[in-house]
């Protein structure tokens, strides 16, 4: 089965042109490129003859092939940065989170402790205007007013 025609087989010939390298060392430095850029040597050497073009003609808002790649890369280098940042920070704030349980949770694990520490003086606070507290099952203490 015959394959469609594109419209380009008819034209083929009208578009070929030919280049002559000055070596085979370039040649395969070239091809080798191309490979590398996973492109056709046709398409390697039209982007490279069409950057050269724009960049002579000072067309700013074309963009080489080069430029996405540099853009990308450099983005990529900031994500790693941020995401290592961003590790960083969420260790931080665990510490400081655990610091912060400690040092509130201290004053009712030391044995040598005496005065009155605040929570005290809340519960006497609460006794003295006459509020009563009780255990209510798995939820804690509940204050009720005397009726």
Not at 58 to 65: A, F, I, N, T
Not at 72 to 84: D, F, G, I, M, Y
Not at 124 to 134: A, N, P, S, V
Request: with cysteine; proline share 3%.
């Amino acid at each position: 089965m015959p394959k469609p025609s594109r419209g380009k087989t008819e034209t083929i010939k009208d578009r070929v042109i030919y280049v002559y390298l000055s070596s085979l060392k370039m040649v395969e430095d070239w091809r080798l490129r191309a490979e590398k850029a996973a492109v056709s040597i046709s398409k390697f050497v039209i982007e490279r003859v069409e950057d050269s073009s724009r960049c002579e003609e000072g067309d700013e808002s074309y963009l080489s092939r080069a430029e996405p790649v540099k853009r990308l890369r450099s983005a990529e280098e900031e994500l790693k940065k941020l995401r290592e940042e961003n590790r960083l920070l969420k260790g931080l704030v665990e510490n400081l989170d655990n610091e912060l349980k400690r040092y509130r949770a201290q004053q009712f694990l030391q044995q040598t402790f005496e005065g009155v520490r605040r929570f005290d003086r809340d519960l006497i606070e609460l006794l003295r205007r006459g509020w009563i507290l009780h255990r209510g099952g798995d939820f804690g203490v509940s204050e009720h007013r005397p009726v």
